[in-house]
């Protein structure tokens, strides 16, 4: 069974940083991708960010030019580099990865004060 765990949330100001980390572990096959996704009070689920075994990257527009996506798809880790933080980021953050399937980690809030 895939588990992925999640770090790195909390209560930020406007306009600061966070820095989110997820660690994947028991899978038997290789995993080609892992991400972010994000759900505000309310909201549906939202896609963040991800980045592929290749090291390609990609984002949504919404976070696009302030968060970024590192890591090593091949050693199960990925981080999330959160700038510039606006009070509409406020959501729980879930990390995933593809495998056959997509597995999801429990999430790990992220509150932005205005």
């Known amino acids: 069974q895939v588990q992925l765990v999640e770090s790195g949330g909390g209560l930020v100001q406007a306009g600061g940083s966070l820095r989110l980390s997820c660690a994947a572990s028991?899978?038997?096959?290789?995993?080609?991708?892992m991400g972010w996704y994000r759900q505000a009070p309310e909201k549906q689920r939202e896609w963040v960010a991800l980045?592929?075994?290749?090291?390609?990257?990609s984002y949504a527009d919404s976070v696009k030019g302030r968060f970024t996506i590192s890591g090593d798809v091949a050693k199960n880790t990925v981080y999330l580099q959160m700038n510039r933080l606006e009070p509409e980021d406020t959501a729980v953050y879930y990390c995933?990865?593809?495998?056959?399937?997509?597995?999801w980690g429990q999430g790990t809030q992220v509150t932005v004060s205005s």
């Open positions: 980045i592929t075994s290749g090291g390609s990257t």
């Open positions: 028991g899978s038997r096959f290789r995993i080609n991708a």
């Open positions: 995933y990865c593809t495998v056959l399937y997509n597995y």
